[in-house]
């Protein structure tokens, strides 16, 4: 009985045994959760998340999202994530039951990766060698022609900021009324304060040949601080047409910058890579790649990229430029893609992600963070559209911007937003209204367009407001423009000037009539008096405003007043081509000894002449085939043509009239072209050819653009005095090679301080004919010396056709990141009796990545 007893004991122990046991085993632990930056909130794709002290896990997906299982019997407490470039993490879990657990990664700047070597290849180099031979029937240019539908979202949001700049008035107010910064914090307590925020709906277009893209915006959504104007702007820079990088092409643009791609041609002079895993991606067997740079301050990527084994393409992509590259105030740029395959064959990237961050200028300011995301979907290819649907690179929707409620917009995402980020647009919406923030972002739009904005009227140039010149003293101006809050089709403005030397008013008066948006079309009129120098052509230097500024400063040797009445017609006809026809009169008047023969073929009985008017007509076609065009307001802004030239050309004929004294003709081209060199970083062509007929006194000659400032200029001959040489007929080159940091990254002392090296090279070929040099009035033979030295201080001299005027220069960029010196030799016509520099230091202020 005792036995019996004893036997049931041990099999009750058994069931009960057995009984847990089973429960155990029928349980599961599952856990899911997104992986996402501490510092951004943007979500980590490629994660490794595994119950701690097991193999057992996968990698997040594009949107950082993992949903692991396993027995409760599992002896793990804990979840790991890890991924290069972050701190790993553990996160507590329950087991036997289902839990969301989020985790925030903090990024590991000091860890730097170590790829280890071992005799024999490179297990990576066979794939590698493998997505080069099919590099072409991948990449999406194969394509002759493709559309999508896309959804994207911009936010840029101050990071980083420091307690001292917290304590700041501005920061303080924006507190109050937010309750505290923190509200606003991420999971690690960094502050993150909301500035711009946009998303669209738009069509994407794209044909090969000829290869153009089209962006057509059907909703959009813009809130930032900056005010309505300057945020459409940004929207428009930053959109969906503009951030598109492509992995597949060698070299990769960001700005003026290129970068390396990791599937590049030249992939073993850049890159070290690592085979690591395989695993399934949407139905694709994949290999995981793992690359990293061979010098940290190449312009090249860390990351991971996934690999499908059939057709070797990329499935997935995440790609980092961290601080140590040899780029300006980013801290980290870093582009995810996830890519479909479509019809034809070719990858698409259907997500991408893009964060760009700014690091701060000084210890009391904060950074930037950009972040971009985009969602593409209903591809079609293989169906371009004609060339001359793409007339225009970003075309928006009237009705585009009128339905602005969360409900219809939560319809048009791909993906609906969290809470944090829908209440984005109240935050900024606070931000913006109060009254400190507005005299904030007033100085800052003076600082950007150089003008102050109050109601409907900008008032400036802020730069002419004072100078000082040797024959005007001291010169004051002031001026106003109209702006978009006054009128959306005219542009109204007027500048006044006074010099307390030469006791002389000056003015200027014109309007502008905007008579098409769509295919930009423009009528303006201009009225002027003001003195000048000779030789300077401000039209050819707009876009140096700082060279306009100084050339207002310092000695006027050859000076002129004159009266100006000028009207111009200005039309876009298709894609890339502008039209532009103008009609001139112009009254000449020296304040130096100047003077000309009025009938040259009769020297010894002509007249001679100190000023003249002239009346003329041009007509200028100039020819951009990629540039892309935005508009900011009332003004039009062109980008950068990235891979073809711009061609300008010039027909100017004079008219001999009761308002104009001569008659002549003038034919002018003008090529500029900015040539991408990899890395030899990159060169910049410009090239001008003109060809004057009829005889012409000297002031309406050719008068190559000298400069007697110390700012350099790309389109000046820098060592030339203004005025300097007369020239009918001429050629000039002008060359600048940016090296980027080719050669100063690899000097230990100056690698730290990512100075760069840059060349440049300026020649001049040209020619005055016997019947303009006939115009010139030659020295009187009874001249002193003195005199004589006077003349020739103010003679405009001819050049030898088969002895080139050269300029070489070389210098360094990047100085403080704002600095730029150039070294200046001028090679020859140094016999002159002007006595010229043969050589100079000049210097200037860029803002360059």
Known sequence: MIGSTRLQKVLFALFLFFSLNGYLFAQETIVTGKVTDAATGDPIPFVNVVFKGTSNGMTTDFDGKFRIRALAITPADSIAASYIGYKPKSRKIKRGIQQVINIQLEEDVTKLQEVVIKSGENPAFPILRKIQDNKDRNDKRKLSGYEHETYSKTEIDADNISAKLREKKVMRKIAQVLDSLDRIAGEDGKPILPLFVSESVSKIYYRDNPRLKKEFVEKSR?????????????????????????????????????????????????????LLDSAMLDNHYCYRIDFFPKNPQTLAFTGTMWITKEEYAIKQIDATIGSSADINFIEKIKIQHEYQKVEGGAWLPSKSRVLIDVGELSTNSAGLLAKFYVSNKNFVVNQPKPASFFDTAIEKAEDATLEQSDKVWDTLRHEPLTKAELNVYHMIDTIKNLPI?????????????????????????????????????VRFQAGFRTNFDFSRKWILGARVAYGLKDETFKYQVFATRILDRK???????????????????????????????????????????????????????????????????????????????????????????RTFQTSEVFLESRYARDQIYIQNGNNRIGLESKRWPVFTFRYTHGFKSTYGDFEYDKIRLNINKRMKMGPLGNGYLNLTAEQIFGRLPSPLLNMPLGNQSIIYSPVNFNLMRFGEFATDKYVSIQYRQNFEGLFLSSIPLIQKLKWRLLATANVLVGSLSTANERVIVPPSPTLTQNELNEYNRFRSFSLDPEKPYIELGYGVENIFKFLRVD??????????????????ILATLQFKL
């Open 519 to 609: 295919r930009w079309t423009t009528f303006s009129v201009r009225t002027r008096y003001d003195i000048n120098r000779l030789g300077l052509d401000e039209d050819l230097v707009t876009d140096f405003p700082l060279f306009v500024y100084a050339s207002r400063w310092g000695p006027y040797n050859k000076s002129y007043y004159y009266y100006e009445h000028r009207a111009i017609l200005e039309r876009e006809l298709f894609k890339g081509f502008i039209q532009r026809v103008a009609v001139r009169q112009y009254n000449f008047d020296p304040t130096y000894n100047f003077e000309y023969f009025v009938d040259p073929s009769n020297p010894t009985t002509s007249p001679v002449g």
């Open 437 to 473: 923030v507005r005299s904030y972002i007033d100085v800052i739009k003076l600082i950007i367009n150089g003008y102050y904005t109050k109601g409907k009227l900008d008032w400036g140039p802020y730069l002419a407001i004072v100078a000082v010149n040797s024959h005007e003293g």
């Open 222 to 274: 813009v809130n930032g601080v900056m005010g309505d104007q300057y945020s459409d702007l940004i929207a428009q820079v930053l959109g969906p047409s503009i951030q598109d990088y492509n992995f597949y092409s060698s070299w990769m643009n960001f700005g003026q910058k290129a970068f390396v791609s990791p599937i590049a041609d030249v992939w073993r002079l850049y890159y070290d890579y690592e």
């Open 823 to 840: 070294f200046i030799h001028r090679l020859n016509y140094l016999d002159l009796p002007n006595n010229p520099r043969n050589f100079g």
